[in-house]
Structures are given as C-alpha cells and as structure tokens.
C-alpha cells in the first residue's frame, strides 16, 4: 500500500522567509512517482512538480526547490523569499506505473505568509 | 486550451436525497477521475476511467455511489441516498493516457457538496 506523510499540518512564516515542507512516502513499486500540489483559496488544486522514482536530481524552479532523497523516503518542498501569494494548502502525493496511476495524497499543509 | 469543467459548483441538500455531478475532461484525455475531499483531509480517489471503462473503484462505497462515462468523454457521479459524512469536496481529474510515464492529472475547480 502506499501512503504520504506531510506531518506539518500548519506552518506561519512573515513575508520574506524561507519555508520548507516535508513529506515522506511508503510504496514498495520500484517505480513511482512523486508530486506536488497547491490548493489556494478557490479550491482547485495547481500542479507544481512531478519527479520519478530514477531521478534523484533537485530541482530549482524561480522561488521553489525541491529535495529528493530515495535514501530517507522524502520529497521536500522550499520556498524561497516567500509571498503571500504563496498561502495556500499544499499537498504531496505519490503514484504507481502500469496500472496504479491513481494518486495518494498526504493530508496537506497549510501555509500562510504573513505580510 | 479548456481545462477541466465540473457542475455545479456548489451543492446544497438533505440526507437520504440524491444528488449528481457533472464532469467534462480535458479534450483528448483518456483518462478521467473523481475524488472525493473531506475538509481537512488529502483528495482519495473514488472511481478512475479510462476511456468508458473502470479501472479502479475498490474506494467507491457501490452501495450508494456510482459512475459512469457512457461515451468515454463526460460523467456523472451519483450519490443516492446521502449521508451526512457525504459531505466533502468532489474533485474530477483527467490524464492523456494510462499506463503511461506521462501521467499528470489535471484536475477542475471541484463541487462542494453539504448534506444537511
């Protein structure tokens, strides 16, 4: 079975900071992979970052980085310089190949930028 | 290009009634699928289409909830009768392909649901 941890259930940051999110997984497919939603205030979840299971390369996108490390079973997120526009509910999930593409979220964090 | 398009947005009815949601996936897109979102709570997937057949519905509570894309584009799901825990969000996703690398879901705005 696979499951997402995201144990940070809120997280507060003043406008400017830096902010990571964590989240850690257990799947026992080979291959898999692993996403990043955000879930503002309108409801609708924004797809930010998809990575698979064989590439363990960070990734740098603008204000947001991402860490992965198969080693610990996590799949970190990082704002830089972060907004207000930033707040919102983020989510990190995890999927199978060939037949479990269904995707399992963590119970999301939500931050807010504090102006 | 349209993204995925749910009605109605918001949902108001008491427990025991019926109720119904419409999704329209992005055009193309083989595969369709519908979560359901307790406040609080992470999306779970409830029912995953691809094109007019079910691929996955082992979290579908069958006794009061069913689907369909009967022409392997639209759907509906159904709750009848609804409960109070019913009460959720109703999020439809749609990917290109199954069984593929390039699997990201995109997914609509979604339709509050509140079973008074």
């Known amino acids: 079975a696979q499951k997402v941890t995201q144990a940070q259930t809120e997280i507060s940051v003043v406008e400017k900071e830096d902010v990571t999110l964590d989240c850690v997984y257990e799947t026992r497919d080979t291959t898999y992979y692993l996403f990043w939603y955000k879930q503002p205030p309108s409801g609708e979840l924004v797809f930010l970052i998809r990575?698979?299971?064989?590439?363990?390369q960070n990734e740098i996108s603008g204000r947001y980085s991402w860490n992965f490390q198969k080693s610990t079973s996590s799949f970190n997120f990082t704002i830089t310089a972060s907004q207000v526009v930033d707040s919102a509910v983020y989510f990190c999930?995890?999927?199978?190949?060939?037949?479990?593409?269904?995707?399992?979220f963590g119970t999301g964090t939500r931050l807010t930028i504090i102006p | 290009e349209a993204g995925v398009a749910q009605s109605p947005r918001y949902k108001i009815i008491e427990k025991r009634q019926s109720v119904a949601f419409w999704c329209n996936p992005i055009s193309g897109h083989a595969t369709l699928y519908w979560y359901q979102q307790i406040l609080g709570q992470g999306p779970k997937l409830l029912i995953q289409f691809q094109n007019n057949g079910v691929v996955d519905d082992s979290q579908l509570p069958k006794d009061r909830f069913s689907a369909e894309r009967l022409k392997g584009v639209d759907s509906t799901l159904k709750i009848q009768p609804a409960k109070l825990e019913d009460s959720a969000v109703y999020l439809c996703?749609?990917?290109?392909?199954?069984?593929?690398?390039?699997?990201?879901?995109?997914f609509g705005p979604g339709t509050r649901l509140t079973v008074l």
């Open positions: 999930a995890l999927s199978g190949n060939f037949g479990n593409e269904k995707l399992t």
């Open positions: 990575r698979n299971s064989f590439d363990e």
């Open positions: 996703a749609s990917s290109l392909v199954l069984l593929s690398a390039d699997n990201e879901q995109f």
